[in-house]
């Protein structure tokens, strides 16, 4: 969030997965700052999300635009003109739906979530490139900070 130690995705984190810092107590009007990387490839981020659900081609397509909101969960902004972000959905086929319509539905809430926390994950877990002036990860800018501050 913005230049804090607390993740968009607080609300969605399953055991500390990504320190545990909770939801930030305060959203500064800087927290809700245009922050860029630079040109359309630096901003995007693409996804897939895999289920061993037997799915058709519409159903497919309907759970990668449900589960693009995990994309809104995670990042601010998201879907700009910098960048290209896409998330890909792919079905095994291996167990049938019990419901066509609440099946499906329940699914992408699901995968939302999960991606949501994927990419919370990934940052939390990220090691900054080994190169001179390299972007500092987010655990060199704030490390194992515990959890206080937070919500809940």
Same mark, same amino acid.
């Given at each position: 969030?913005?230049?804090?130690?607390?993740?968009?995705?607080?609300?969605?984190?399953?055991?500390?997965?990504?320190?545990?810092?909770?939801?930030?107590?305060?959203?500064?009007?800087?927290?809700?700052?245009?922050?860029?990387?630079?040109?359309?490839?630096?901003?995007?981020?693409?996804?897939?999300?895999?289920?061993?659900?037997?799915?058709?081609?519409?159903?497919?397509?309907?759970? @990668?635009?449900?589960?693009?909101?995990?994309? *809104? &969960?995670?990042? %601010?902004?998201? /879907?700009?003109?910098?960048?290209? =972000?896409? +998330?890909?959905?792919?079905?095994?086929?291996?167990?049938?739906?019990?419901?066509?319509?609440?099946?499906?539905?329940?699914?992408?809430?699901?995968? @939302?979530?999960?991606?949501?926390?994927?990419? *919370? &994950?990934?940052? %939390?877990?990220? /090691?900054?490139?080994?190169?001179? =002036?390299? +972007?500092?990860?987010?655990?060199?800018?704030?490390?194992?900070?515990?959890?206080?501050?937070?919500?809940?």
């Amino acid at each position: 969030m913005g230049a804090s130690r607390h993740f968009w995705a607080a609300p969605f984190e399953q055991n500390d997965e990504f320190g545990g810092r909770g939801v930030a107590v305060e959203i500064s009007p800087a927290d809700l700052e245009l922050r860029a990387k630079g040109l359309a490839p630096e901003n995007t981020t693409l996804a897939v999300i895999a289920t061993d659900a037997r799915l058709s081609k519409a159903q497919c397509h309907r759970l @990668a635009v449900m589960a693009q909101d995990g994309l *809104a &969960r995670a990042i %601010y902004p998201v /879907h700009t003109p910098l960048d290209g =972000d896409v +998330v890909f959905a792919a079905a095994t086929g291996k167990h049938d739906l019990a419901d066509p319509i609440y099946s499906l539905a329940e699914l992408g809430m699901v995968a @939302a979530n999960v991606l949501a926390r994927a990419i *919370a &994950r990934g940052v %939390y877990e990220a /090691h900054a490139l080994s190169f001179a =002036d390299a +972007v500092p990860s987010w655990r060199d800018k704030f490390g194992n900070q515990g959890t206080a501050g937070r919500v809940g």
